[in-house]
């Protein structure tokens, strides 16, 4: 069986646009999101990482590039986190972040010229802005002549290649616009996007449930529509969805030998929880472990499939626990969250014993009168890893209105939480998920979840340590350290996230220790300044497929 390297590339900016438009699974919604997204109007699309967001935002672009009535333009933030230093140092970050964001959306603009054939010299020549943009990103932008370019420049120029190119509106597709989680960059974008917006150019941007931070005079549902694009489980057409990702990308004979046992399939299927590049990445993993066995891959050998899926869970936590130093204000909820979704599952596992397959929980219903503020945010955060989906409110009268989070259903694997039973095998675990009552939660109270601890102990906000000695701030309002006496300043997201230990990203034990042993990488920068992936080619089984992952890996990281 040969499945190609390129086929595991589950993010759709990575791929050639042959292979990203034979590739791609439709999304159940596709029509109605694809055409929010094409028409007028400012749309915010809401999913956490590797829903599927960035394949949408490229239909899109290209349904926009065929139909020649609007000139879609598609620019990707996920480098915004690189400006964030120069908010920390007092450098005029408010300012130099948005010549960045107008710069990128002038790149943008000129790549949408080159695939139309047409060639317009907009305010700022192409290879300037290109120059600008990287020097902004690695804070070597000292000797450049300032620009100062503006939001009517930009408007201007637009208005110019429409009127030239014969195109009526312009759709401004901006990826990973909130990716970072600067609250001073999220408002300073959000302000842009806000202002963009006119009768002939129409925003459109990609966010993260949770974790984005709005300016004051943003509203959503007021200055943009909402939608979210996240594939649920239990909604109808899920498992058909998710079997597209890879019969698009895979070999017929891949897919025979896949398909021996097809519930292994639904299994995956379902441990992905509605997020297409976790499912990738576990039959990644499964198929790179069958390539060590003499025989190769013969198949899906279900105890290694148990074990992998267990393996995804401990990824997802990672990704949550990397929240603590993207969003170090809520390092307490990072810290004690992990405890309280424990618990949840816990709870769940409690209401599961001895009830039929059909009555199975897959959710817990928490009191929306008992809901505190802190409690809601520390859902948010899990729903920006994936950890948790929110089903909305359900009225129970007497008993009182409940908000339903459903459990990522790895975590639930992991914990071994449905059925009630020692040895649960897959055809039980696709048999619970698949036919279960919809109506079946398990009601939790704060306090349970708690562990009967109050929610101002567990979830205090934490203030930035003094960066010369690393003392706590005695309150919020101290100008010195109390340990010191240092001026205590911010520190930078950026830097901290650059330095740590590449355990962080999510990888196996086993390959982070080849790493170390076979090369001179230690922290998450050392992946990022490795030129043409020369360390970590010098691995064992690190070829130019996994180079490249594990440097899209650390990208992602401090994005």
Same mark, same amino acid.
């Given at each position: 069986m040969?499945?190609?390297?390129?086929?595991?590339?589950?993010?759709?900016?990575?791929?050639?646009?042959?292979?990203?438009?034979?590739?791609?699974?439709d999304h159940?919604?596709?029509?109605?999101?694809?055409?929010?997204?094409t028409?007028?109007?400012?749309?915010?699309?809401?999913?956490?990482?590797?829903? $599927?967001?960035t394949t949408?935002m490229?239909?899109?672009?290209?349904?926009?590039?065929?139909?020649n009535?609007?000139l879609?333009?598609?620019?990707?933030?996920?480098r915004?986190l690189?400006?964030?230093?120069?908010?920390?140092s $007092?450098?005029?970050?408010t300012y130099h !972040?948005?010549q960045?964001i107008?710069?990128?959306?002038?790149?943008?603009?000129?790549q949408?010229l080159?695939?139309?054939?047409?060639?317009?010299?907009l305010?700022i020549?192409?290879s300037e802005?290109?120059?600008?943009?990287?020097?902004?990103?690695?804070? %070597?932008?000292?000797g450049l002549?300032?620009?100062?370019?503006?939001?009517?420049w930009?408007?201007t120029?637009?208005?110019? @290649?429409?009127?030239?190119c014969?195109?009526?509106r312009?759709?401004?597709?901006?990826?990973?616009a909130?990716?970072a989680?600067?609250?001073e960059?999220q408002r300073?974008?959000?302000?842009?996007?806000?202002?963009i917006?006119?009768r002939?150019?129409?925003?459109?941007?990609?966010?993260?449930?949770?974790v984005t931070?709005?300016?004051?005079?943003?509203?959503v549902?007021?200055?943009?529509?909402?939608?979210?694009?996240?594939?649920?489980?239990?909604?109808?057409? =899920?498992?058909?969805?998710?079997?597209?990702v890879?019969?698009?990308?895979?070999?017929?004979?891949a897919?025979? @030998? #896949?398909?021996?046992d097809?519930?292994?399939?639904?299994?995956?299927?379902?441990?992905?929880?509605?997020?297409?590049?976790?499912?990738?990445?576990i039959?990644?993993s499964?198929?790179d472990?069958?390539?060590?066995?003499?025989?190769?891959?013969?198949?899906?050998k279900?105890r290694?499939?148990?074990?992998?899926?267990?393996?995804?869970?401990?990824n997802?936590?990672?990704?949550?626990?990397?929240?603590?130093?993207?969003?170090?204000?809520y390092?307490?909820?990072?810290e %004690?969250?992990?405890?309280?979704f $424990? @618990?949840g599952?816990?709870?769940?596992?409690?209401?599961?014993? *001895?009830?039929?397959?059909?009555?199975?929980?897959?959710?817990?219903?928490? %009191?929306?009168?008992?809901?505190?503020?802190?409690?809601?945010?520390? !859902?948010?955060?899990?729903? =920006?890893?994936?950890?948790?989906?929110?089903k909305?409110?359900?009225?129970? $009268?007497?008993?009182?209105?409940?908000?339903?989070?459903s459990?990522h =259903?790895?975590?639930?694997? *992991?914990a *071994?939480?449905?059925?009630?039973?020692?040895?649960?095998?897959?055809d039980? =675990?696709?048999?619970? !998920?698949?036919?279960?009552?919809?109506h079946?939660?398990?009601?939790?109270?704060?306090?349970?979840?708690?562990?009967?601890?109050?929610?101002?102990? #567990?979830?205090?906000?934490?203030?930035?340590?003094?960066?010369?000695?690393?003392?706590?701030?005695?309150?919020?309002?101290?100008?010195?350290?109390? *340990?010191?006496?240092?001026? #205590?300043?911010?520190?930078?997201?950026?830097?901290?996230?650059?330095?740590?230990?590449?355990?962080?990203?999510?990888?196996t034990?086993?390959?982070?220790?080849k790493?170390?042993a076979?090369s001179?990488?230690?922290q998450?920068?050392?992946i990022?300044?490795?030129k043409?992936h020369?360390?970590?080619?010098?691995?064992e089984?690190v070829g130019p497929?996994?180079?490249?992952?594990?440097?899209?890996?650390a990208?992602?990281?401090?994005?």
């Amino acid at each position: 069986m040969s499945v190609r390297p390129e086929a595991f590339i589950e993010q759709a900016e990575y791929l050639d646009r042959q292979s990203f438009l034979d590739w791609g699974a439709d999304h159940p919604d596709e029509s109605t999101i694809i055409r929010k997204l094409t028409q007028g109007g400012a749309k915010l699309i809401s999913g956490p990482r590797g829903c $599927g967001k960035t394949t949408l935002m490229l239909k899109a672009y290209n349904k926009l590039l065929s139909d020649n009535v609007a000139l879609p333009v598609y620019v990707n933030f996920k480098r915004s986190l690189s400006i964030e230093p120069l908010y920390v140092s $007092g450098d005029r970050g408010t300012y130099h !972040f948005n010549q960045w964001i107008l710069l990128k959306v002038y790149e943008g603009l000129y790549q949408s010229l080159a695939e139309i054939q047409n060639s317009i010299e907009l305010s700022i020549p192409r290879s300037e802005a290109a120059s600008r943009i990287a020097a902004l990103e690695f804070s %070597n932008y000292a000797g450049l002549p300032e620009l100062d370019l503006t939001i009517d420049w930009l408007e201007t120029d637009i208005l110019r @290649v429409l009127e030239k190119c014969g195109r009526s509106r312009c759709v401004l597709l901006l990826d990973d616009a909130a990716h970072a989680f600067s609250p001073e960059q999220q408002r300073d974008f959000f302000d842009f996007f806000r202002q963009i917006k006119t009768r002939e150019i129409s925003p459109k941007a990609a966010i993260y449930p949770g974790v984005t931070s709005y300016s004051s005079s943003f509203h959503v549902g007021h200055d943009a529509e909402e939608i979210d694009v996240w594939v649920k489980p239990e909604r109808p057409g =899920y498992l058909q969805f998710m079997r597209r990702v890879i019969e698009g990308r895979f070999p017929s004979d891949a897919l025979d @030998v #896949l398909y021996r046992d097809k519930k292994v399939v639904d299994f995956l299927c379902y441990s992905a929880f509605g997020i297409p590049r976790a499912f990738l990445n576990i039959l990644q993993s499964l198929l790179d472990s069958a390539d060590d066995d003499e025989g190769g891959f013969t198949g899906l050998k279900r105890r290694q499939v148990l074990a992998e899926v267990k393996e995804h869970y401990q990824n997802t936590l990672k990704l949550f626990r990397s929240l603590n130093d993207k969003v170090p204000t809520y390092r307490n909820f990072i810290e %004690n969250g992990e405890l309280v979704f $424990g @618990v949840g599952v816990d709870l769940i596992k409690e209401y599961n014993k *001895n009830k039929p397959v059909a009555k199975q929980s897959v959710s817990i219903a928490i %009191n929306v009168a008992d809901m505190s503020q802190e409690l809601a945010r520390l !859902f948010s955060l899990f729903q =920006y890893a994936g950890l948790c989906i929110s089903k909305g409110v359900v009225s129970r $009268g007497e008993k009182g209105r409940f908000e339903i989070f459903s459990v990522h =259903y790895s975590a639930l694997v *992991n914990a *071994n939480a449905l059925l009630g039973r020692k040895a649960v095998n897959i055809d039980d =675990y696709v048999e619970a !998920f698949s036919s279960r009552d919809a109506h079946e939660f398990t009601r939790v109270s704060p306090q349970a979840l708690m562990n009967g601890r109050s929610v101002g102990e #567990l979830f205090e906000l934490s203030l930035p340590p003094c960066s010369v000695c690393g003392a706590p701030r005695i309150n919020k309002d101290a100008k010195f350290c109390a *340990n010191c006496g240092s001026k #205590l300043t911010a520190s930078s997201t950026y830097k901290q996230l650059i330095s740590r230990d590449i355990s962080a990203l999510p990888l196996t034990e086993s390959r982070v220790a080849k790493i170390k042993a076979q090369s001179s990488i230690r922290q998450v920068k050392d992946i990022l300044l490795d030129k043409e992936h020369k360390q970590l080619r010098s691995v064992e089984r690190v070829g130019p497929f996994w180079a490249e992952r594990i440097v899209r890996l650390a990208e992602e990281f401090v994005e």
